[in-house]
């Protein structure tokens, strides 16, 4: 009687599993520190509402002396945001 496909194809796969449970092993060992996705969330948050605010208000607010700097500290609070998204695994 032949052999079935699917069993040389299970035959090959377990060949393949121990280096796969290797590199799976190593992946659970990488994980984010706890504060990391607060602390992303919240700059992005923090950097949506500083810029929401500075066009509210006309361009004279968050910080009323340094006027249109104002959109590169809430693009800064973003920018913070998304490298610390790059870290979040």
Not at 8 to 14: E, G, T
Not at 60 to 68: D, L, Q, R, S, T
Request: charged share 20%; aromatic share 14%; proline share 7%.
């Amino acid at each position: 009687m032949p052999k079935s496909k699917v069993r040389d194809k299970v035959r090959k796969q377990k060949k393949v599993a121990p280096a796969v449970e290797q590199f799976a092993a190593e992946d659970e060992k990488l994980e984010s520190p706890s504060w990391l996705a607060p602390v992303m969330v919240a700059n992005f948050i923090l950097g949506l509402i500083w810029i929401v605010i500075f066009y509210i208000s006309g361009t004279n607010y968050p910080i009323p002396g340094i006027g249109a700097w104002n959109m590169l500290v809430g693009f800064g609070f973003v920018g913070i945001g998304f490298s610390l998204a790059t870290r979040w695994y």
